[in-house]
């Protein structure tokens, strides 16, 4: 599991805008897939360069630059000075701890946002900073690692399907946001059955690694809402076009992306609410079982209270003990032993104690 605050001790007493990568220390190059686009054509190529990427900065049609890594503060500041990104953009998007935000820059609009990896089969979450930069003719996003959730898009932009290749880069940054909040649904839908296990399991045979789960969970949903409620915000803005990078006809999908963005967040609380009651429901499972056993062990004890009684009383080795010597008197204690027993049964049952 990520850490819910990254250290950002490298970048102590630095002036603002110094480009210094906190994450964890990576050796692979960082790799920038080019696709450039209008209705009639779309081109796609791979480059480790800038210098690659800088002609598609004025290019009559639309360009994304999608970055995976931001470990290489070289390739990233060459980046900022083609396309006229601000040091302390560049700054937030090497700096891998952002709250899911938007910023007005005039020429351009930057977008931080949260996307989830797929999760896989027994495993965690591992959310992942976007960084986009939205221009009037061109988007570049910025990923920590390699891989995302945007094949489908790329598919759509390949094949001219959709409306992609007839609008511009403010659409394509509502297509890379409804990939992302699209994944959180899949992922709440895995939470959502993986609930209904447990309280399965809380109900019928609660262990210790089921309050384990729960715990995992509940972690889990922190960063879900620490990602899906400052997002809302952000598409809100987008949705008001207080930007003219941001076209009319737009504003009508951001807003269906806004309303997706508040069922995830419904179905947060809801399972933050489920989790925090199992976790009530467990304790109280937990604690009736015991009550089940101490009852059990309390009757066994209470029955057995008087036949020990009996017991001592003809083990005190008395010289003067009529009955001892009588020769049946060993089978009338027991006996009068196995009576008493029998009676105190029969009045636990009566009284519904067992």
């Not at 080019?34 to 209705?39: E, G, K, T």
């Not at 004025?58 to 970055?67: F, H």
């Not at 965690?124 to 898009?153: A, H, K, T, Y």
């Not at 008087?306 to 003809?314: E, K, Q, R, S």
Request: net charge negative; glycine share 6%.
């Amino acid at each position: 599991m990520a850490r819910l605050i990254k250290r950002r001790s490298k970048k102590s007493g630095l002036p603002p805008g110094a480009l210094v990568y906190i994450g964890e220390k990576k050796l692979e190059k960082v790799r920038v897939k080019i696709m450039s686009y209008d209705l009639e054509r779309c081109e796609e190529r791979q480059t480790e360069s800038a210098a690659e990427c800088a002609p598609f900065w004025d290019a009559p049609s639309v360009t994304w630059l999608n970055v995976d890594g931001i470990h290489d503060a070289g390739l990233i500041q060459e980046l900022g000075s083609c396309y006229g990104i601000h040091p302390l953009t560049l700054e937030d998007i090497m700096t891998p701890s952002q709250r899911p935000k938007l910023e007005d820059y005039g020429n351009y609009l930057y977008l931080v946002v949260r996307m989830l990896h797929p999760r896989q089969e027994g495993g965690n979450e591992r959310f992942e900073q976007v960084s986009m930069v939205i221009g009037p003719n061109f988007l570049l996003s910025f990923l920590e690692d390699v891989g995302d959730v945007f094949d489908q898009v790329r598919e759509r932009i390949r094949s001219g399907k959709g409306r992609i290749r007839g609008l511009g880069p403010d659409y394509l940054a509502y297509s890379l946001l409804d990939a992302i909040v699209d994944e959180y649904f899949l992922d709440l839908e895995k939470i959502g059955d993986e609930i209904e296990h447990l309280e399965d399991e809380i109900l019928h045979e609660p262990q210790t690694s089921t309050v384990q789960r729960i715990h995992q969970l509940k972690r889990e949903m922190i960063f879900l809402r620490k990602s899906v409620w400052p997002l809302r915000e952000a598409i809100a803005r987008l949705e008001r076009r207080e930007s003219p990078l941001v076209r009319e006809t737009t504003t009508v999908f951001l807003k269906d992306v806004y309303d997706h963005t508040i069922q995830v967040i419904d179905a947060v609380e809801t399972f933050r609410d489920m989790l925090t009651g199992m976790l009530d429901t467990y304790l109280t499972s937990v604690s009736n079982r015991m009550n089940e056993v101490m009852k059990v062990l309390t009757l066994i004890a209470t029955i057995f209270m008087p036949l020990t009684f009996i017991a001592g009383v003809y083990g005190m080795n008395f010289d003067f003990m009529p009955e001892t010597g009588w020769r049946w008197g060993y089978f009338a204690v027991l006996g009068v032993m196995a009576a008493v027993a029998g009676v105190m049964i029969a009045f636990f049952k009566k009284r519904k104690w067992l």
